[in-house]
């Protein structure tokens, strides 16, 4: 091996896959050393000095992620580049999880032998130059009386790795620069031109035209950082942010490192600029997935304490009962929205997940039928609960309480309705209800008001037909943008009387029932609820109330249009949302703000302060 070569560690428990990386990297002319096992790595690594490792990230015994980790916990090997290689785990939380370690890259299989070794080049040679910096400042030391002599040729090949490392940089989406502090000028190579870009015809790289490119917001600390480094001999890394000609911004860490000179003055101050847009970008993704996660659980938890809340029965054990299994309907359909990563429902799943308690008993008695349906998630769980509630009542009173009884439900698809039949024949005698059950109020909340549909219960002597259709797709629930400039305030928080009328905005029919209860009890006359943005708006404009209550997300829609209008009136008003505080726009700053679940004395407190 010559002294110019560099140790490059390749690390994968199938044979066949160190060969082609030995194949591929085999004409970077640098010395392959090839570990079968994560043990095996950790072995070479204790006796061999390694530039890059590449490591497979799907092995036995210790995954790629876990070699790692034991690498960088290592205080010789916290600086030695890690590439990692995959087939599988390729998703943006698995990218973010390998940057975290420690990682400078993530490769995924089928490997591009050109991209592979591109990316080792850069480090390896990185690594060399680092070396070689550190063998010439040794033999300085020791010939001090040839100082002259040995500048003049440690300058030549200065420049001569400057050359190459410019080369490798470019491959890795990297760019160098250095800052001639006696004559103020910069020097950059093309990947920082690139980074930048900027013509480097055109471009000349002075401290005023760099400020020009950099984000007002991050310009202080980076101008403070060569400062800094231009009067003291250290090194610094700081993220900022590039504002291209073209209109596109780009996350970027610079590292710089200061160079003096015999009377230990800097002279000079050389660095790099890695394009970090990528990794940036995963970190907001998985911000707002954390976001949507929480808002998520947080309607679920209102819902289910609706459900709580609304349940009747003349007994305990009735009570605990009826909310289990109105709980348990929710939970089904949440497991089918999430093995669907909540892109949607299949109908049929749906009705079969909530048939199936009752199947070992009267399942050749229940029928079927309908073409493959997606629901959207607030659909499906509004459907789900109807479905048992109707399955319920069936069984305990219907065609399913008599082994002669049989229920047929069927649906149909017309344009974007969805009409649905619940046919029940062969029970026993029936007649329609005294009074209107929880089962009833749910189903005619959530039809005609969340999803604006129609409804027909026919209690026929001979079984039940209900019958109902709604709009299939009425705009997706989406994220809350971030918070908007603060233009204007809401109105001052004022002690609401009791009797006042409030205004209620909420398009989850139960969770606005349970709303509207506790406005009841309190003391106040409820106006409403309105599930669309759109008529709570009407609402604001024309009706005479002294509050309001409103939902911040509406079928997707923000609420903020009635939380205007309000604001022109100078009623007050109350939100309650599903996301955190922080999401909301700034000019309503002074209104309260509830987190879903929301207590009936956390409601009191908004309306009527102490």
Not at 113 to 122: M, S, T, Y
Not at 198 to 212: A, H, L, Q, R, Y
Not at 546 to 556: Q, Y
Request: charged share 25%.
């Amino acid at each position: 091996m010559t002294a110019d070569k560099v140790n490059i560690l390749l690390v994968d428990d199938q044979p066949a896959k160190l060969l082609s990386y030995e194949v591929i990297l085999e004409e970077l002319g640098e010395n392959l050393i090839k570990a079968t096992s994560a043990k095996q790595a950790l072995e070479i690594l204790l006796k061999t000095e390694v530039a890059v490792v590449l490591i497979d990230v799907y092995m036995p015994e210790l995954d790629g992620f876990e070699l790692a980790q034991m690498i960088r916990d290592h205080p010789r090997f916290q600086q030695t580049a890690i590439i990692f290689i995959s087939a599988v785990l390729l998703g943006d939380l698995d990218r973010l999880r390998g940057y975290e370690l420690g990682g400078v890259d993530y490769v995924p299989v089928p490997v591009i032998p050109e991209v592979l070794r591109a990316k080792v080049r850069v480090f390896a040679e990185l690594f060399r130059r680092g070396r070689a910096l550190q063998q010439l400042n040794e033999q300085l030391e020791q010939r001090v009386e040839e100082r002259t002599a040995e500048l003049a040729t440690s300058n030549v090949r200065f420049l001569e790795s400057e050359q190459r490392r410019s080369l490798a940089l470019a491959a890795g989406q990297m760019g160098a620069w250095d800052w001639d502090i006696a004559n103020d000028c910069f020097i950059w190579d093309e990947g920082q031109y690139r980074i930048f870009g900027v013509d480097p015809e055109k471009f000349s790289p002075t401290m005023n035209n760099i400020e020009g490119l950099i984000h007002p917001d991050d310009w202080p600390l980076l101008k403070n950082t060569l400062t800094k480094l231009s009067t003291k001999a250290d090194t610094a890394k700081v993220e900022f942010r590039i504002h291209r000609p073209n209109g596109d911004v780009r996350w970027c860490i610079g590292a710089g490192a200061s160079t003096p000179d015999a009377k230990n003055k800097i002279v000079r101050v050389s660095g790099v600029t890695l394009d970090i847009t990528e990794r940036k970008e995963a970190e907001e993704r998985q911000v707002m997935l954390v976001r949507e996660v929480d808002h998520r659980a947080r309607n679920a938890l209102a819902v289910a304490q609706s459900i709580v809340r609304l349940t009747r029965a003349a007994t305990i054990e009735g009570y605990i009962t009826a909310v289990q299994g109105r709980i348990a309907a929710l939970a089904r359909t949440h497991t089918l929205l999430a093995e669907a990563r909540w892109r949607g429902a299949d109908l049929r799943a749906l009705i079969d997940e909530e048939m199936a308690p009752f199947r070992s008993d009267a399942g050749a008695r229940i029928a079927i039928e309908g073409p493959q349906v997606s629901l959207p998630p607030a659909i499906a769980q509004s459907l789900a609960l109807m479905i048992h509630e109707l399955v319920t009542n069936a069984v305990k009173h219907g065609a399913l309480s008599s082994p002669q009884g049989h229920v047929a439900l069927n649906w149909q698809v017309a344009g974007k309705n969805l009409h649905l039949s619940w046919i029940e024949t062969g029970g026993p005698p029936v007649k329609p209800p005294a009074s209107q059950g929880f089962g009833s109020k749910i189903m005619k909340a959530t039809i005609g008001q969340q999803l604006r549909g129609t409804l027909n219960m026919d209690w026929r002597e001979q079984g039940l037909v209900s019958t109902f259709s709604f709009a299939l797709h009425d705009g997706e629930p989406q994220s809350l943008s971030p918070a908007k400039p603060k233009v204007a305030a809401a109105p001052s928080r004022v002690k609401i009387p009791q009797g006042a009328r409030v205004l209620l905005v909420e398009d989850e029919a139960m969770v606005g029932m349970m709303i509207a209860d506790f406005l009841t009890e309190i003391g106040y006359r409820v106006v409403g609820p309105f599930s669309k943005t759109s008529e709570g708006l009407a609402a604001a404009r024309n009706n005479n109330f002294e509050a309001a209550v409103l939902d911040v997300n509406i079928n997707g829609e923000p609420v903020y249009p009635v939380a205007e209008c309000l604001t022109d009136r100078n009623i007050p008003f109350v939100f309650v949302t599903g996301y955190g505080a922080d999401s909301i726009d700034a000019r309503f700053a002074q209104a309260p703000v509830l987190q879903k679940p929301v207590e009936r004395e956390m409601l009191r407190n908004a309306l009527a302060p102490n």
